[in-house]
């Protein structure tokens, strides 16, 4: 290099904070939906063992607590994630209901060996995922601010 010889960098400032702006937008979107998962999977998880301790229900295959799964996440200004059971049969156990014949003129099954026809059955409130949300509902979001916290500090891996 000759003495004397200078080179010169130079930015387009706009063209900086426009990538400065992509750079925090992804990074605020990887910690919204970090702490967002975060607290979910902790609530999941809760409302899983709930539903084999303290709700009543039977488990037999495991098939309505097994579809608990996240359903959408959306990230953005307000960021929000849901999830629940994917089972036909949740609602009713969650909330309770009638079942009525439609297709035919009655219900028809089994108990303890007993044919049983009738048109209707009623199913009681067995709530499994209110009783949790309830419960853990601070915790999970304090689960998703620590999370997001820890992003910004530097301390998530």
Known sequence: MKPGVKFKLTFNDK??????????????????????RA???YLIANIK?????????HVDTGNLINSITEDEIQLGK??????????????????GGVIRATH???????????????KSVTIPARPYIRP??????????????KTIGSIINGEWS
């Open 15 to 36: 063209d900086l904070m426009r990538r400065l702006n992509k750079v925090e937008k992804s990074i605020r979107s990887d910690a919204a939906a970090k702490g967002l």
């Open 39 to 41: 607290a979910q999977n």
């Open 49 to 57: 063992t709930y539903y084999i301790d303290n709700s009543g229900l």
């Open 78 to 95: 307000t960021s929000w994630i849901t999830f629940g059971p994917h089972a036909v049969y949740a609602a009713i156990h969650e909330f």
């Open 104 to 118: 035919a003129p009655y219900l028809v099954f089994m108990i303890d060996g007993n044919l049983i026809r009738t």
């Open 132 to 145: 949790v949300i309830d419960r853990d509902g601070d915790e999970a979001l304090a689960l998703l601010g």
